[in-house]
Structure formats: structure tokens, C-alpha cells
């Protein structure tokens, strides 16, 4: 197999730059969607589309169930205007191109997937492969919950563990899902004009000051907790007192606990600015949730985990363990108790930037992790009894 490897990358980065010459902002993936779903098909595939544009085909196994769902992201940052042009760097074996590593090149990846799997014997389990929507920005994993509702709804039912491609980072092992909440806060006030209607209450002036007091939350370092406001906005006009405004708040933590902890901090914050003083001045505070990033985990002792690290050490790589916690597709089958895993393909950089860059050297490596990852976990699911699977 080794000898055909080094064409199967190859093979590998024209299907990556085919996929990435497709825009796929989040919301927006459904012509990548059909050139996926396109490239299953002619596999030989019988493939499924839901109304999402999620991509479904399966190597039907020995059993159906406990059945093992790999995926890869189809949705990238990069709006439709974005100039997909790709650059090659020969000398350092570099590929330039917006959305080729996150996540052109995991898709090309779940596909050769199917590609080799289709030629060999029956697996010992299904195998899903499942090219998902709505991993990025507000998509908010809507594809990959989409994609564990139907197949976890269907007759066989049990999904046993779950593999998802990320095309950089072939160094880490990602089995912890980074819990996220994010809100819009809202403020509407009465406004009017900055000198004749001085001291009517402001959307602008509230919400500073509503901002103000998160920016002094001090959440715990460990479990690591975060927030963001990333975006604030509001008024119309130097001279106008502020009828509306808004911010948006990214919550972060490594355990639900502390984000929930967190959560109620601001909502308490919030409250503040609720009360009938505020009412009386015309002011109204809300809160909407705009993501709501489940979290979840196995241990660093799980068998997949651990399968993942001998994996990487037997191609002579160094896994990044200090890499493990992330906000992946994965967190949708870790918040349901469902090992998972999200690992890469090859190395690169910039991601979510219009230079990112894939190395072309490691990826057959990554191949050679990504298939034996596969046939690990569809032996061991195999083999499992149901007390087994439990995350
Ligand atoms: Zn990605």
C-alpha cells in the first residue's frame, strides 16, 4: 500500500484544490455539497443529501450497529467574494489557499477514505461518512447535530464512535470539546438629540457600561475560562442620542460548570440594567443565545485516544498533547457520550486567514493515520459490548 501512497497524495491535494475553488461560507455550502456528494457517487456510492446540504454515504459492515461515523466540514470562514486563488511553494512543499487546509483537504481526505475502504473487505461495523455543514463562525455545528439526530434516529440506531477530520493539525488529538455560549445583548433607549434632549437615556451610553462591567469578570484560570465581546455596535449619528445598540459576547470554558458559572455572572449583569429605574427611563435590556457549543470529553486513557496516540508514534510523529481541548465538530458526539476524536491530516498555518497554508510532505502520513484510525475504531466497536462505549 505504502508504494501507492505517495500518488494518492497527490491525487489527494487535486481533489483538496477542486473542493476549495468552490466558495462554502457557512450557510452557503450546498454547491460544494453536490461536487462531495458528485465524487461519492461515482465511487459507487448510494448517497444521501439532507436539506442542510449534509453529505451522507456508508460502507455497509458486517453488523450494522454500533456504527462509526467519520465526517469532515464542508463550510468554511471565507465569504463568496473571497479570491480562492491557490500558490504553490515547491521549495518548502507549501500549498497556499484560503480554506485548503480547514477544510478542503479533510474532505479530499473523507472521500479517498471511502474510495480505499469500498475496495477492501466489509468493515466489521457501518461506516458513515458524513461531509457536514455549519462547523464554522454562527453555524454553530448545526450540520454535525443535523447528522447525529438522523443517524442516531434510524433502525440500527447506535452510533459507537465518531471520527472527525480537521485536513491541519495531524499532530493532535482533539477529545475534548470546548463548550461555548454566545449572546447579542441588546439595549433599546429613548434617544434624541445630543444637546436639546440631553440627559434622555442612550442604547450607546447603557451598553458601555453594561460592557464595562464584563470586561471585569474575572473567570478561573483553571478549568480556563474565557470571554470575548468581538463585536459591539449601535447609534446612528455623532449628534444623536442612541436608540439602539448591541454587543456580542463569546463564552468559553474547558468544563460546563465554569461556563455555566460564567453565563450567570453576565446574565446577573444584565439584570442590573433590567431593574424599574432603568423601565422608568425607557431603557430595555435582552439577551439572545446565538451559539451554544455543547462540551463534553473522554479521557486521555480512553482506548480511542490511546489508539490515536500509538497511531501517530508509529509514523515516527510527536503527538501535541497539550493540543486536546478544542471547539470541533466533535463536540456534538462528545456531548452525547459518544467517543470521539478529531484529528488531522497534515500539517499548516494560517488558518482562517486568506495565506493559510497546507505542507504537502505529511500528508501521506496523515492518510496512513486517518485509515488506521478507521479500522481501529470499526474493529473495536466490532468487538465492543455497550458498556464499552460509554464516553
Ligand atoms: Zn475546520
Known amino acids: 500500500m505504502s508504494s501507492n501512497l505517495s500518488s494518492d497524495s497527490q491525487r489527494l491535494i487535486e481533489w483538496s484544490i477542486a473542493i476549495q475553488q468552490i466558495a462554502a461560507p457557512t450557510g452557503a455550502e450546498a454547491a460544494r455539497a453536490a461536487w462531495v456528494a458528485a465524487a461519492l457517487r461515482d465511487l459507487g456510492y448510494a448517497v444521501e443529501m439532507d436539506d442542510l446540504h449534509n453529505v451522507y454515504a456508508c460502507r455497509a459492515g458486517e453488523q450494522r450497529a454500533p456504527a462509526l461515523v467519520v465526517s469532515a466540514h464542508t463550510d468554511t470562514v471565507f465569504p ?9 511553494d515547491e521549495r518548502h512543499h507549501r500549498i497556499f489557499g484560503p ?10 481526505a473523507l472521500i479517498w477514505l471511502a474510495d480505499v475502504l469500498r475496495a477492501q473487505p466489509a468493515p466489521p461495523v457501518d461506516i458513515w461518512f458524513v461531509a457536514n455543514v455549519g462547523e464554522e463562525g454562527n453555524g454553530d455545528l448545526r450540520g454535525m447535530r443535523a447528522a447525529f439526530d438522523r443517524l442516531t434516529a434510524t433502525e440500527s440506531g447506535a452510533v459507537g464512535a465518531a471520527i472527525v477530520i480537521e485536513g491541519m493539525g495531524l499532530s493532535r488529538i482533539v477529545h475534548q470539546a470546548l463548550a461555548s455560549r454566545r449572546f447579542r445583548i441588546h439595549v433599546t433607549a429613548p434617544g434624541g438629540h445630543s444637546w436639546s434632549d440631553f440627559g434622555a437615556a442612550s442604547a450607546v451610553h447603557l451598553l458601555v457600561q453594561l460592557a464595562a462591567d464584563i470586561t471585569q469578570l474575572r473567570p478561573p484560570k483553571n478549568p480556563r475560562t474565557t470571554f470575548n465581546i468581538g463585536v459591539i455596535e449601535g447609534g446612528t449619528s455623532v449628534n444623536t442620542i442612541a436608540q439602539h445598540a448591541a454587543l456580542e459576547l463569546d ?5 460546563p460548570a465554569a461556563l455555566e458559572s460564567i453565563v450567570q455572572q453576565v446574565q446577573a449583569i444584565i439584570s442590573r440594567y ?5 423601565q422608568q427611563a425607557g431603557v430595555t435590556v435582552t439577551s439572545a443565545v446565538i451559539g451554544d457549543r455543547p462540551g463534553g ?6 482506548p480511542l485516544v490511546e489508539a490515536a496516540i500509538a497511531s501517530l508514534r508509529g509514523l515516527h510523529i510527536k503527538p501535541q498533547m497539550s493540543m486536546r481541548i478544542s471547539s470541533t465538530d466533535a463536540n456534538i458526539p462528545l456531548s452525547r ?7 488531522g491530516v497534515t500539517e499548516g498555518g494560517n488558518a482562517h486567514r486568506t495565506d493559510e497554508w497546507i505542507a504537502t510532505q505529511p500528508i501521506e502520513n496523515g492518510l496512513r493515520h486517518l485509515l488506521g484510525m478507521t479500522q481501529w475504531a470499526a474493529q473495536w466497536l466490532g468487538k465492543a459490548s455497550p458498556s464499552h462505549l460509554s464516553a
Open 80 to 88: 463568496a467574494a473571497v479570491d480562492l486563488s491557490v500558490r504553490r
Open 99 to 108: 480554506g485548503l487546509g480547514d477544510n478542503s483537504l479533510g474532505v479530499a
Open 251 to 255: 463564552l468559553r470554558s474547558e468544563e
Open 274 to 278: 433590567q431593574t424599574v429605574r432603568w
Open 297 to 302: 470529553a473522554i479521557a486521555a486513557d480512553h
Open 337 to 343: 457520550s459518544i467517543p470521539a476524536v478529531c484529528i
